[in-house]
């Protein structure tokens, strides 16, 4: 891991039965996508290197929706079908954690960038940074 300080955030889906924590920097960037999945959900997320994420609680409670090519994992809670966090195609070797999941959301120094997923494979490009340690 690099140099940079990170701080430990939890969070989940709407009843709790999914819960996680994830290690981010204090200033954070967030994705606004336009893909169809993101822009029907209004997912606004925060990619990270699947060794800054840790699943909790909830394993048993997720069930997996993909599409298209199938590389996205989407991941939403059984109980109340929010999806606190996925597996993006742009990054799977990361997690793509949405940013309202997380417990303390309204408090956090963040950055939303609009990223074009109706052109995805333009633009996926731009992302694959995200999950890197």
């Not at 997720?62 to 090519?69: A, G, I, Q, S």
Request: proline letters at 4%; hydrophobic letters at 40%; glycine letters at 6%.
């Amino acid at each position: 891991m690099n140099s940079m300080t990170l701080n430990k955030h939890s969070g989940g889906c709407h009843c709790r039965t999914v819960r996680f924590e994830v290690d981010l920097p204090p200033a954070i960037e967030v994705e606004d996508c336009n893909c169809t999945i993101c822009a029907m959900s209004g997912n606004i997320h925060v990619i990270v290197p699947a060794s800054r994420f840790r699943l909790l609680a909830g394993a048993d409670m997720l069930t997996e929706y993909t599409f298209n090519t199938g590389a996205a994992r989407h991941l939403f809670c059984k109980v109340c079908g929010v999806k606190a966090f996925y597996v993006p195609r742009s990054n799977p070797d990361g997690y793509a954690v949405t940013y309202r999941c997380l417990d303390d959301w309204v408090s956090l120094d963040v950055t939303i960038n609009r990223f074009n997923g109706q052109n995805w494979d333009a633009n996926a490009s731009a992302l694959a940074h995200k999950s890197k340690d």
